[in-house]
Nanobody, 123 residues
Framework: VQLQASGGGLVQAGDSLRLACAASGRTFENYRMGWFRQAPGKEREFVIGIGRSGSTYPADSVKDRFTGSRDNIKNTVYLQMTGLKPEDTAIYYC??????????????????WGQGTQVTVSS
């Protein structure tokens, strides 16, 4: 499984941004997907999980501002971010798991990772 994240950039506080993650593989509809982020000097942090059915589970820090979705025709998951804050500045990674059920929030549950895309929010 290969993952390619895109859509990052430099935005101002309050702006919106949509990240995309394209996945390889013929059984994408069976992948559990997740978005994580890592700010400088900090550990990688769970952002949102996207289950096989399209159900999502966001972290408390983003649940009112970020939404996740998937398009099984395009083999792509999305992270729609609104009301961005400077503290959202990080490298954002998409991740995939081809086994198991449900939405997982731990990075160790995901075997495949994209290269990351930088999101910078200026104040």
């Amino acid at each position: 499984v290969q993952l390619q994240a895109s859509g990052g950039g430099l935005v101002q506080a309050g702006d919106s941004l949509r990240l995309a993650c394209a996945a390889s593989g013929r059984t994408f509809e069976n992948y559990r997907m997740g978005w994580f982020r890592q700010a400088p000097g900090k550990e990688r942090e769970f952002v949102i999980g996207i289950g096989r059915s399209g159900s999502t589970y966001p972290a408390d820090s983003v649940k009112d501002r970020f939404t996740g979705s998937r398009d099984n025709i395009k083999n792509t998951v999305y992270l729609q971010m609104t009301g961005l804050k400077p503290e959202d500045t990080a490298i954002y990674y998409c991740a995939a798991s081809t086994t198991g059920w449900g939405i997982k929030t731990s990075a160790s549950d995901y075997a495949y990772w994209g290269q990351g895309t930088q999101v910078t929010v200026s104040s």
